[in-house]
């Protein structure tokens, strides 16, 4: 069994995704559902998903949870709420309470667009991620590489929460350089509170020409890092899309661990997810 620790769905009926914009992004803008992802699932032996949040919108994580009550694909939500306003404890207690609540297994908010790569050092951030720890939920971490040192700080000042770094930190796959992305991830995974996604690699490589090859030193660097066990498969479908089919991205991520032993993969695919997300 797998489990998908990543995966999107957007409606453009119900609301815009307003980051999907330029000629590259244009597959894009369409609808994406859990019927879409499915077939795919089925194909490739994916059990379980968590599924997660797109935009800073406070109604879409309602709308997320929602779905699994629908669907028993979708076994968790990484949602959105504003870290900073005053009443956070009491808005993830609200989260709780809605239709599928019970499935919201963390938060995730797009510090990749912040302009300050220290954000997650405010005052205000900081007592909403102690608000997420208190919750007993994950903080999901979609970070530029330059954001990364301010993310080992945020998870050293909370031991209690365990952060989840999404895509690898997006390293620049595509130029091939390792540096300085591969030291701050390390600084990162120094920090026992911190877990990784294998996904996202392929939209930061070459979408056009990419192999296995060309993601394997950005892997190899995590797997090293952080360990097997703290590092979970996310297709990021359907971003992924844009360079891959769903199949293509799970057989990557077989190929980049395949000289891991079985219970190492067995973490990689299955145990790291069902632990962290409690799925």
């Known amino acids: 069994m797998t489990v998908d620790a990543h995966h999107h769905v957007w409606d453009l009926s119900v609301r815009d995704q307003d980051w999907i914009t330029g000629p590259e992004l244009r597959p894009l803008r369409r609808n994406f559902g859990i019927a879409d992802l499915a077939?795919?699932?089925?194909a490739t032996g994916v059990a379980r998903t968590v599924l997660v949040q797109t935009v800073t919108v406070a109604q879409e994580t309602p709308e997320l949870l929602a779905l699994t009550e629908e669907s028993p694909l979708v076994a968790g939500v990484v949602g959105w709420t504003d870290l900073t306003r005053p009443d956070?404890?009491?808005?993830l207690a609200r989260l709780r309470e809605v239709p599928g609540g019970r499935h919201l297994r963390g938060i995730r908010h797009?510090?990749?667009?912040?302009?300050?790569?220290?954000w997650l050092l405010r005052p205000d951030v900081r007592r909403g991620l102690a608000a997420?720890?208190?919750a007993g939920l994950v903080y999901d971490l979609v970070v530029l590489p330059h954001q990364l040192?301010?993310?080992?700080?945020?998870?050293?000042?909370?031991p209690g929460l365990t952060f989840v770094l999404d895509h690898l930190g997006k390293p620049p796959?595509?130029?091939g350089a390792l540096?300085?992305?591969a030291g701050a991830v390390r600084e990162l995974a120094a920090l026992p509170n911190t877990v990784c996604k294998l996904s996202g690699m392929v939209t930061e490589a070459d979408p056009a020409r990419w192999t296995p090859d060309d993601l394997r030193p950005y892997a190899d660097t995590v797997l090293e890092a952080f360990g097997p066990d703290r590092m979970m498969f996310g297709s990021d479908w359907p971003v992924c899309t844009l360079a891959a089919t769903y199949g293509q991205v799970l057989r990557a991520a077989e190929e980049l661990t395949a000289g891991l032993d079985e219970s190492e993969r067995q973490a990689v695919f299955t145990?790291?997810?069902t632990r962290v997300y409690r799925i």
Not at 110 to 118: A, F, K, L, S
């Open 88 to 91: 956070v404890t009491d808005e």
């Open 173 to 175: 796959i595509a130029t």
């Open 149 to 158: 040192p301010a993310c080992a700080r945020a998870a050293a000042e909370h």
């Open 271 to 273: 145990g790291t997810a």
């Open 132 to 134: 997420v720890a208190d």
């Open 179 to 181: 540096d300085p992305w």
């Open 39 to 42: 077939p795919e699932t089925d």
């Open 110 to 118: 797009q510090v990749q667009g912040e302009r300050d790569p220290g």
